[in-house]
C-alpha cells in the first residue's frame, strides 16, 4: 500500500490514495478511478494501477509560468455565441499552454512515478493519459469529452507531451463553451493529469457500459457496447459497436439474464502503431470477423455483474440510487476484462419519474432514413450537412444536423441544433450522450445520411417508436402529450397491456400498469426470426437459393435452430424483463398457414388453405407431425427464458385452442420441452376465442390456469363473420348482444371455477362502453393497447367508484 509520503512532492497522488472525497485534489475521473481500485479492487473488480497529478500542482504550475493572468485576460474577450471567436481564443490558449515546459519539480514527478509503475510491468510501460478536471463527472454535469485522452503512451518524451496536452485540452473550444453554458468559472477548474496501465485492447475488444438503459431510463438493465480494438471509437461513434442488454434483478440471483444481443458492423478497428508516427491508427476489421459478437457472453454478463457491483458502490456513497457510465477494455494478451473509467450517468438518472412526456406523429410520410433512436422526441427543421469543423460557422439555429460522426469540438454548435443525424455511432457514442443531455432526438448508425440528405431539404426526425430512430421528408406534425403519473391512482380491475414489439418493451413499462396481458410470439418471430422454424431444421436439406437465404438472415450461426431459439427467447426476455416482476403472458405462435408461408423458406412447408383463419392454426399446429418439431424451437425459447434467465413471470398461453384433447396434447408436448403446469410456478393460459372455450369453460378450467377472452375471433366466429371481409364489415361487432353474451357467461363459469380471467383483444381499447360492460361483469383484467391504457385507466376508476 503506498503513503503520502512515497511522492516526491504533493503534485502526485497513486490511485490507492484518493477516493470520492478527493475531487477536488485530483478531478472526478481520477477519483473515481482511485475509489474504484481502493474499494473494488478486492471485491474482483480489475482495474489498471496509475497515479494522478493534483490540482495544486496545475494551479502552481499556472501561476510561476504567469500562464494564469494572460489566459483570464484572453478569456475575457470571447463572444460564446460566436463559433469563429471561440475558435480564434481557445486556439491562442492551448498554444500558450504546449509552448510553457512543466516546471522541473512536476516534470520529475511525473517521471519518477512513471518509473515506478514500469516497475510492476517489468517493463517500460505503456500508458493512458487522461485528463480529469476538477469540475467534471459530477452529478449534474456529466462534461463528456470535454478534455482529451492519449493512447499507447510510451517513454519519458513521449508521457510529458501528452501531459502537457492534457493541460492544454481544459482550455478546448467544446471545454470553454461547456463551462460557459453551465457557468463554471473557468479558473476556479483545475485538471489532473491520470496516468494509468494500457490495457492491451488493441488485441481484443472494448467499448463502453452503462448500469441503466440510456434511452428510457429503465433501471433493471445493464448496457454494454463492444468493437475490436481500443475503445475511443465506440466513444466517438467512428464505428457501430455490438449492443448487448443484461436484467440486473435475476444476474444478481445468479442466472444468466442476456436479454438482448445486436451485432453492429465494427468495420474498422483502433490499435497501436508500432513503429509508426502515430501512438495509434485504425485498421480493417476482416467481414467474417465483423459479423461476430466482440465479446463471448461470459464476459457479456462478467462486465454486467461489475457494473452492479459498480453501481451499488456509488449508490451507498450517495444514500441515493446512482446509475453509472463506464468505460471497460479487454486485454488481448491475457484475456482479462478491466473497467478503465466510471462517472455517475446524469441524464436519465435526474428525469423526473411523476410526469412522462410521449410524442407522436400524427401522420407517416416518406420514409428517408433509419438509425439507432436516441431519446424519444421529434423534431422538424433544415438539413445542414455538416463534414469537418471549418463549416461549423455555417450552422444556424434550428437546423437539423447532418454528419459523418460528431466530434467534441462540435458542442457549441451541437446544442444550437433541433435534432442530430449521423452515419456512424451507437447509442453510447458521442453525439448519443451529448444528444440526451441536451435533451435532442437523434438518430445514430444511419449508414448513409450524408449521402442521401441535402443542404436545406426539411425533414423529420423522429425518434418516437422504440429503438429504431426516422428520418422522414419534409414537416410531418406531431404532438407532445404531458402525462402527470402521480394523478393517476389504480383500479381493481388490472390494466394490463398488449406490447407488440420488445424494442418498445422499456418505453412501455414507465406507464401505470398491472403486467403484459399479451405478448405476441408471431411478431418477435417476424421481426427477429425472419425465417421458417422448420427451414431452419432443415437447413442442410434446402433448395440452395433457399438455403443461401436462410444463411444470410442466420449470418454467425453454424447451429440453425439455436438462432430461433435465441432471437425468440430474447426477444421474450425484453418484454419480460421491462415489466418484472409482473405477470407477462406470452402467447404462443399464432401463425395463419399463409402468414407463415411468408417468412424465408416457408412456402415448402405450408399447405395452401381457402379460409386460413379457421384452418391449420395454433394448438392444432402444435402436436401436429407436420409442425412439432418446430414448436419444439418455441418451448426451448420459453424455457430458457425461465430457467436460464430466471424470468419465471412468464406465463404461457395457448391460442385457437378448439377441444378438451387439443389442450391436453399441447401441454403433452410442452411438458417434453420442459413446460409442465405447476412446475417453477408456471402457468398456462388459454384464449378464449372459439364458442366452443366458452361452452365447455368448466372443463377447460381444469386443464388450464386462466382464460384470455380474444374479442376479435370470438366475433368472427360467434357471427360468422370473416374479420378481414370488406364486404361484411358492418357486422362485424365485438359489442353485438350474442358476443357479449358469450363473454358474460365465460366470465362467470371462471368465477365459479376459481380461474383467472381477462381480455387481450381490441375492443376494450376502442369501445370505453365496452371496457365498462367487462368491469361490470366482474372481470379480472384488461390488456390494452398502449396508447388507450392511460385513458381506459381513468374511465375505469370512475365505472369502479360509481359502482361502490
Not at 502526485?12 to 475509489?35: H, P, T, Y
Amino acid at each position: 500500500m503506498s503513503t503520502a509520503a512515497d511522492s516526491a512532492t504533493d503534485a502526485i497522488r497513486w490511485f490507492d490514495q484518493v477516493g470520492m472525497d478527493d475531487v477536488g485534489i485530483v478531478g472526478g475521473k481520477n477519483a473515481s478511478l482511485g475509489e474504484m481500485y481502493r474499494e473494488l479492487t478486492p471485491r474482483g473488480v480489475r482495474i489498471p494501477n496509475g497515479f494522478a497529478t493534483t490540482a495544486s500542482a496545475y494551479r502552481r504550475h499556472l501561476s510561476e509560468s504567469g500562464l494564469d493572468d494572460k489566459i483570464q485576460q484572453i478569456l475575457s474577450g470571447i463572444n460564446y455565441r460566436d463559433v469563429g471567436s471561440l475558435q480564434h481564443h481557445g486556439r491562442i490558449i492551448r498554444h500558450m499552454i504546449l509552448d510553457t515546459p512543466l516546471s522541473d519539480e512536476l516534470s520529475k514527478a511525473i517521471v519518477d512515478a512513471y518509473h515506478r509503475l514500469s516497475k510492476e510491468r517489468g517493463e517500460l510501460a505503456d500508458v493512458a493519459v487522461r485528463s480529469s478536471a476538477t469540475a467534471e463527472d459530477l452529478p449534474d454535469a456529466s462534461f463528456a469529452g470535454q478534455q482529451e485522452t492519449y493512447l499507447n503512451v510510451r517513454g519519458q518524451a513521449s508521457l510529458l507531451d501528452a501531459c502537457r496536452r492534457c493541460l492544454a485540452s481544459l482550455f478546448t473550444d467544446r471545454a470553454i463553451s461547456y463551462r460557459a453554458h453551465h457557468n463554471y468559472d473557468h479558473m476556479q477548474v483545475a485538471l489532473s493529469i491520470g496516468i494509468q496501465q494500457m490495457v492491451r485492447s488493441d488485441l481484443a475488444s472494448s467499448g463502453v457500459m452503462f448500469s441503466i438503459d440510456t434511452e428510457t431510463g429503465f433501471r433493471d438493465a445493464v448496457l454494454i457496447n463492444a468493437a475490436y480494438g481500443l475503445g475511443e471509437n465506440v466513444v466517438q461513434g467512428s464505428v457501430n459497436p455490438d449492443e448487448y442488454y443484461v436484467f440486473k434483478p435475476t444476474l444478481r440471483d445468479g442466472y444468466r439474464p442476456i436479454l438482448k444481443r445486436t451485432v453492429g458492423s465494427k468495420s474498422i478497428k483502433m490499435v497501436y502503431d508500432l513503429g509508426g508516427s502515430k501512438m495509434t491508427k485504425n485498421v480493417p476489421v476482416a467481414d467474417d470477423m465483423a459479423k461476430r459478437q466482440a465479446l463471448s457472453d461470459e464476459d457479456i454478463l462478467q462486465l454486467a455483474r461489475w457494473a452492479c457491483v459498480i453501481e451499488d458502490h456509488y449508490s451507498d456513497l450517495r444514500g441515493t440510487f446512482c446509475p453509472m457510465d463506464m468505460e471497460w477494455a479487454k486485454d488481448g494478451n491475457t484475456g482479462e476484462l478491466f473497467i478503465v473509467q466510471a462517472r455517475p450517468e446524469t441524464v436519465q438518472s435526474r428525469r423526473s419519474v411523476h410526469e412522462l412526456q410521449r410524442y407522436h406523429l400524427q401522420r407517416q410520410g416518406e420514409q428517408l432514413l433509419e438509425g439507432r433512436s436516441v431519446g424519444e422526441k421529434i423534431a422538424v427543421g433544415p438539413v445542414r450537412l455538416v463534414h469537418d469543423v471549418n463549416e461549423l460557422s455555417h450552422f444556424r439555429d434550428g437546423e437539423i444536423l447532418v454528419t459523418d460522426k460528431t466530434d467534441p469540438d462540435w458542442e457549441p454548435v451541437m446544442k444550437r441544433a433541433a435534432g442530430i443525424v449521423t452515419n456512424r455511432g451507437g447509442r453510447t457514442c458521442h453525439a448519443a450522450i451529448v444528444s440526451r443531455e441536451l435533451g435532442l432526438p437523434a438518430i445514430v448508425g444511419t449508414g448513409e445520411a450524408t449521402d442521401r440528405l441535402r443542404d436545406g431539404q426539411v425533414v423529420t426526425v423522429s425518434c418516437a417508436s422504440g429503438d429504431v430512430g426516422v428520418v422522414y421528408d419534409g414537416e410531418l406534425p406531431f404532438e407532445v402529450e404531458t402525462i402527470d403519473l402521480g394523478a393517476i391512482g389504480r383500479p381493481k380491475t388490472k390494466i394490463m397491456m398488449n406490447v407488440a414489439t420488445p424494442d418498445e418493451a422499456f418505453a412501455l413499462s414507465s406507464l401505470p400498469n398491472d403486467g403484459v396481458g399479451l405478448a405476441r410470439v408471431e411478431f418477435i418471430i417476424s421481426n427477429s426470426v425472419r425465417v421458417h422454424p422448420q427451414a431452419l431444421i432443415d437447413f442442410h436439406q434446402l433448395a440452395p437459393s433457399t438455403r443461401a437465404a436462410v444463411d444470410q438472415a442466420t449470418y454467425g450461426y453454424d447451429d440453425k435452430p439455436q438462432f430461433f431459439i435465441d432471437r425468440l427467447s430474447e426477444g421474450i426476455a425484453m418484454i419480460a424483463a421491462a415489466f418484472y416482476p409482473k405477470d407477462v403472458i406470452v402467447r404462443m405462435s399464432d401463425f395463419k398457414t399463409n402468414e407463415y408461408a411468408n417468412l424465408i423458406g416457408g412456402r415448402a412447408y405450408e399447405p395452401k388453405e381457402e379460409n386460413p383463419m379457421i384452418g391449420f392454426r395454433g394448438a392444432s399446429r402444435y402436436y401436429s407431425d407436420r409442425f412439432r418439431d418446430s414448436f419444439a424451437l418455441e418451448c426451448k425459447a420459453a424455457q430458457r427464458v425461465r430457467r436460464e434467465m430466471g424470468l419465471t413471470n412468464v406465463k404461457l398461453m395457448v391460442p385457437f385452442c378448439r377441444t378438451i384433447e387439443e389442450g391436453k396434447r399441447v401441454q403433452a408436448e410442452m411438458a417434453k420441452h420442459g413446460l409442465v403446469r405447476g412446475e417453477n410456478g408456471l402457468e398456462i393460459y388459454v384464449m378464449c376465442e372459439i364458442p366452443s372455450n366458452v361452452i365447455l369453460a368448466d372443463q377447460f378450467a381444469e386443464i388450464f390456469d386462466g382464460f384470455s377472452i380474444g374479442s376479435n375471433d370470438l366475433t368472427q366466429l360467434t357471427l360468422a363473420v370473416d374479420r378481414d371481409s370488406a364486404i361484411l364489415a358492418h357486422v362485424f361487432d365485438e359489442q353485438n348482444e350474442a358476443v357479449k353474451r358469450m363473454i358474460s357467461s365465460v366470465i362467470a363459469q371462471a368465477k365459479r371455477s376459481g380461474r383467472k380471467i381477462g381480455i387481450c383483444g381490441q375492443a376494450p381499447s376502442d369501445y370505453p362502453q365496452f371496457a365498462e360492460f367487462l368491469v361490470q361483469q366482474g372481470i379480472d383484467s384488461l390488456s390494452l393497447t398502449p396508447d388507450s391504457v392511460l385513458k381506459t385507466t381513468m374511465h375505469i376508476l370512475k365505472v369502479e367508484a360509481a359502482g361502490s
